[in-house]
Each structure stands twice: as C-alpha cells, then as structure tokens.
C-alpha cells in the first residue's frame, strides 16, 4: 500500500455488465447488494480492470465456462488528478486468500475513510493485471465518467470448448 496520489493522465478502464440487468453496467447498486473481493455488501463502489481483457478474464471467473448471454462493456475514464492507492501482493501479503477476509478489511477501510476515488488493486484472475475499486461516495467521483456507450462484448467461442 501506498499514500494516496495523483493520476498523472487520464486513464481508461473498462467494466463488463448485462445492460439488460436489474442494475445500469456503470452502478454501484449489485455491489451494495453482495460482498467481493475488496468490500463488503452495502457499499457503493465499481469494480473495473486495467485492460479489456482482464475485465473479460475476470466476467468469466463468474460464469464457469459458460458464455455469458448479453454482455457489453462500458468505458470509464479516470481523469488526470484523481486520487488514488495501489495495493499490491508485497503491501497486502494475504490479499489473495479464499474467504477474501484481508482484502475485504483493507478495502472497506479504505472506503470507509475515503483516502481516496479510486484503489487500484491485484486481479485474482490474472494476479500481474490489475483492477480499479472506485469509490461512489468519494467527493471525487462526480469527476469520473463512464461513456455511457454499451458495446457488445464480442467472445471468442475457443474460450468456451
């Protein structure tokens, strides 16, 4: 872990969802519903991934090998100046454990306290990608913008066989 710091540019990540869902692809609402990895189930936070493709990796950790019917992603633009924290296996050495208990504590603590909008946190699908935690109720995250622009996710059937 580290302070809080400043996004130097703007960065793109990308969050996949069922648009058709009973929650908008850009929402904290399924989050304030259920625990994960970084919070637990009442706060308002979006999981996203650093790359498109760890965010595919990560959808399809959830799927168990079946394709997932209607999804589409969205881009979300972190602009320049955004507080952020990274956390990384050397400062949160249990991240990764099964219950998720660590992760969960260091994250809600994190939201609870608003160090900052957003975490940028180790993927457990792919552990030398990274994904993005904002934070919703951070005063920042107005400055935050999701495209609102659902593209469909285009999978590769190899992926399933």
């Known amino acids: 872990m580290t302070s809080p710091r400043r996004l130097p540019d703007h960065r ?25 990895r970084w919070h637990s189930a009442g706060a308002a936070v979006i999981y996203a991934a650093e790359h498109f493709s760890t965010a595919m990796l990560e959808q399809l950790a959830h799927w168990n090998g079946v394709l997932p019917p209607n999804q589409h992603y969205i881009e979300i633009v972190l602009p320049a100046g955004l507080s952020y924290e990274v956390v990384t296996p050397d400062s949160l050495p249990d991240w990764r454990q099964p219950n998720g208990n660590p992760a969960r504590q260091f994250g809600m603590g994190w939201y609870r306290d608003k160090r900052s909008a957003v975490l940028i946190v180790p993927s457990v699908a792919a552990p030398l990608e990274t994904n993005v935690v904002i934070n919703a109720t951070h005063p920042e995250f107005a400055r935050i913008r999701g495209d609102g622009l659902e593209k469909p996710v285009a999978w590769d059937d190899r992926l399933f066989r």
């Open 12 to 36: 793109t990540v990308y969050r996949i969802g069922d648009p058709g869902g009973t929650y908008p692809v850009y929402s904290p609402e399924g989050a304030r519903l259920a625990s994960g």
